[in-house]
């Protein structure tokens, strides 16, 4: 039973009314720099916004073009600019995948989290795959637990995409496998079941998913799963096996050390064989 899913810069690209764009606006988006200059250079405004909100720096991030983003920034145009959908550059540029642009963001003060939107660039960066993007914003502190109203955490958002190598990352650093969305109380492996993903499925079972835990209409992830297909088989042999002592173990401790738990078990006093298997390292 595949999700219905739908990406979260659908209003930055479709059925857009073009008409209120200036002159800046389609060179940034365009990445046309020394059009983008010589206007900001005879008086362009850089902080121009159409009729949605958007403002320049908005299409240049978009568009993954750097150096206008540069200028513009250069110029004075707002970092944090917010579009009427609570949509900022680092939104954009988290979705367009562009690392430079991300980067040149971040340092230049945007925030990780919008103040008016629950929706933040990370979830951005997963829904398309964009593993680079989603590394930096993850090591800038962006919210692994944010919760938006549709998609909820972000590590929700990757699994409903089916982006297995984002989604093991925010594991990695301790997104929490069990987290409930609230409008349907569905945990990461409700959602990796739906889309029958095998390999997300074994890849929440290894970091402590939880199969037991129901929704809010009283299903268990394997209820979502396709009857007779390998993912609910893999479901249904991990729910009748009794899962490892050592795993337990891996998931107290982790659970124990928060957020920030490999980090944390690179100090602890141990071999490197377990805190390799603490960071399940394969040996």
Request: hydrophobic share 35%.
């Amino acid at each position: 039973m595949m999700t219905n899913f739908s990406h979260p810069d659908r209003h930055h690209t479709r059925g857009r009314d073009t008409s209120s764009l200036t002159q800046l606006h389609f060179a940034a988006a365009q990445g046309q720099l020394l059009v983008l200059h010589s206007l900001i250079k005879n008086g362009a405004s850089v902080d121009v916004r159409s009729c949605d909100g958007y403002t320049p720096l908005h299409e240049a991030c978009a568009g993954g073009h750097t150096y206008c983003a540069k200028n513009l920034i250069k110029a004075g145009a707002n970092v944090n600019a917010t579009s009427c959908f609570w949509t900022t550059p680092l939104h954009f540029a988290a979705s367009s995948g562009s690392v430079d642009c991300v980067q040149l963001l971040l340092e230049s003060g945007a925030r990780v989290k919008s103040e008016d939107s629950t929706i933040t660039p990370l979830h951005y960066a997963v829904i398309k795959g964009n593993l680079e993007c989603t590394k930096l914003l993850t090591e800038a502190k962006c919210s692994l637990t944010q919760m938006d109203s549709y998609y909820g955490t972000c590590l929700h958002a990757a699994i409903m995409a089916n982006q297995s190598d984002c989604s093991q990352h925010l594991l990695e650093i301790g997104a929490n496998p069990n987290t409930p969305r609230p409008r349907d109380l569905q945990t990461p492996l409700h959602a990796a079941a739906s889309n029958d993903n095998k390999e997300i499925v074994e890849i929440l079972l290894t970091y402590g998913a939880n199969p037991h835990l129901r929704d809010r209409n009283g299903e268990k992830a394997i209820d979502l799963a396709t009857a007779n297909q390998v993912t609910a088989q893999v479901l249904q042999e991990f729910m009748i096996n009794t899962e490892k002592l050592s795993s337990l173990c891996r998931h107290s401790i982790r659970t124990s050390l928060g957020k920030d738990a490999n980090s944390s078990v690179c100090s602890l006093p141990l071999p490197d064989l377990l805190k390799d298997y603490l960071c399940y390292k394969s040996p």
